[in-house]
């Protein structure tokens, strides 16, 4: 099914379904269709990514988060997220997917994900972190969770979910020095090729 179809599909269950509270989970059921699969016969690694967006799509749906974004103007964006595979989903199989809050801070609201199969075993668990943005300028949580759920209270994270923070961090900071790095090189580079042109220029 195109990913397009499944997002409208999901919209519509979740404006349509009961309301949900912030801090219970939403499940979505799903199936393996021929294009989501890879070369091996299981589901693309990478499908997973796209029906996480699609549930945590309906979730935001059914606590009310969607309408309260159009009703501001503010656009989602997804910050990062990790995913652990542990059995393959085939060809025309069922699976439900279950969305939950896990926490939030000053920016990021983190979500889980897991992937259940109709035997009741997850196939895989994710986690992702979303925050909204307001003509490119951060929306800060307390504002958006005072719009959809004044009295709501914030959840504690699992360790699980700080330790990915800590590694998320320090593989950001890894990356940023390779940036720096070559920003270096990119400077030596072409403080060297203004050196050749001079020494071109002075033997001409």
Known sequence: MNLYLRLVLALLSGFRGPRLNYDAPSYKTFRVWPHDLDAFGHM????????????RTEWMARTGVLSTMWDHKWSAVL?????RYRRSLKLMQKYQVRTQLMHWDERWFFFEHAFIDAHGRRVAIGISRAALRNAGDWVHTTDIVSAVAPHATNLTPPAYLENWLSLD??????????????????????????ENDTMAGAAR
């Open 44 to 55: 693309n690694n990478g499908r997973y990514l796209q029906i996480m967006d699609v549930a």
């Open 79 to 83: 910050g990062g997220g990790l995913t």
């Open 169 to 194: 961090e320090e593989v950001f900071q890894q990356a940023c020095e390779f940036g720096d790095e070559d920003k270096d090189e990119d400077k030596d580079d072409s403080q060297q090729n203004k």
